[in-house]
Structures are given as C-alpha cells and as structure tokens.
C-alpha cells in the first residue's frame, strides 16, 4: 500500500495524559499536512511542513500542541495534557510540491487517528 | 477570507435517482482551486476533482459531473443514476496559496451526508 498511513488509528486517552500520532506520507510527496475533523464539520486546517519545515501553523494549534516532521519524511502530532474538546478526527494529507509551477497538487488523505479523550 | 458552503447538510435519494450537490464559495484570490472529497463510513477522504478558477470547462467522468460557474461562485457536483457505495459525506474545499509560507492548505465546507436507498 503506497498511501498515507496513520498510526494509531483509535486512541482514547484520560483528560491530562499526552498522546503522540505518527503520518507516513505518500513517499515522493514532500509537502505535508495535518487537520482535524470534528463530528459533523469539514476538516480544519492545523500545520503544514515542506520537507522538515513547519511552515504554518493554525491559530487551533494550542501552545499544547507540536508536530515535528525530522528528515522530511514521517511526521508526529503531540498533544500535551488532553482535554475533552480535543477529541476529534486528526487526518494527515500530502501533496506535491507545486512551487515553479502554476499549478496545484491535490492532497491525498490518510485514514484518520481518532482521538476519545475521557 | 475564504470559505465554502456546502447548504444541503443531508440528502436522501433512491437509487438510480439524480442528485446534485450544492458548494458556493468565497474569495478574494483571482487564482484558486476547487476541490470535492468523498468520505465513506470507513472515514478516508478520498479525492474526486480539482478544478483550477481559470478553467470553467464542465467535467464529466462516469456517473459524476461537475458544474463551476465563477458568476456565481458555485461548484456543483451531479451524480447521475446514483448507487447505494454513492452514500457518503461529500466535501467541497476551496484552496489558495498563502504566501506567508507557500501551503495550499484547504478550505472545507461542512459536508453534504447523501443516502442512497436501495
């Protein structure tokens, strides 16, 4: 399978525990994304890294929150002291890199990690 | 700012019905892409179309079209002779480049969740 893969797939965690996701991106992608998705709403924009940079952030992501993407490769999401509004769907995305080009790539998604926090 | 909406929040069909599905969207940009997702009960999105805001050209591939109108700011999505696997929630995205760090980060709208009865 040469999708985006996320690990773990269902997490449920106790209020103020820390919890880590894991995204390994379609190989050859080198722009990647994180969202979240709550019940009943589109997912939302949390960070993108090109290659190892994180170069935006979302005003969503919490001082509580840091993604790390080391080598360019597979990225992390780590939430520090959960709360119950963290609770949601946490999708991981990557694309091409479209720079010099005049177009777009679109964004393939991987299974999601959903987050029960208690 | 940009943002999409998708009003139909359900629709039901029967299956071998027509059903279209409404995205309008707001931007300021000149140069955007469109974008609609599929996502089945297993929770993948999976990606359907892109569409660039140059090219208005209808898009037909099988039982699906798509219908962008600028004047309107509408992107509509048609599925013809539906199917009881067509069942999912359909998302409409708007994307832009930022400039503050160059991602293409989307924009949902809040879904569509179609039914199609056998």
């Known amino acids: 399978d040469t999708g985006v893969s996320q690990d773990p797939r269902h997490k449920i965690t106790k209020r103020g525990q820390n919890v880590t996701f894991r995204c390994d991106p379609i190989?050859?992608?080198?722009?990647l994304y994180w969202y979240r998705q709550t019940l009943g709403q589109g997912p939302e924009f949390l960070t993108y890294f090109q290659n190892e940079a994180q170069l935006e952030k979302s005003r969503l992501l919490s001082d509580r929150f840091s993604a790390e993407r080391p080598k360019g490769s597979f990225s992390t999401l780590e939430i520090q002291r959960t709360e119950q509004g963290d609770s949601a769907m946490y999708l991981c995305?990557?694309?091409?890199?479209?720079?010099?080009?005049?177009?777009?790539?679109?964004?393939?998604f991987g299974p999601g990690t959903r987050l029960t926090v208690t | 700012a940009q943002k999409v909406t998708q009003a139909q929040t359900e629709i039901s069909v029967v299956e071998k019905e027509d059903v279209t599905l409404d995205c309008v969207y707001e931007t300021r940009d000149t140069t955007y892409y469109l974008f609609w997702y599929k996502q089945p009960p297993s929770g993948e999105l999976v990606f359907l179309i892109r569409r660039n805001s140059f090219d208005e050209q209808n898009e037909i591939s099988g039982r699906y079209s798509w219908n962008f109108q600028k004047s309107t700011s509408s992107f509509n999505f048609t599925i013809t002779a539906s199917q009881v696997v067509d069942s999912a929630v359909y998302f409409c995205?708007?994307?832009?480049?930022?400039?503050?760090?160059?991602?293409?980060?989307?924009?949902f709208g809040k879904g569509t969740k179609l039914t199609v009865n056998p």
């Open positions: 190989s050859e992608h080198n722009r």
């Open positions: 995205a708007l994307s832009e480049r930022s400039f503050s760090g160059g991602s293409e980060k989307l924009v």
């Open positions: 995305a990557s694309s091409l890199d479209s720079r010099g080009t005049s177009g777009f790539y679109e964004q393939y």
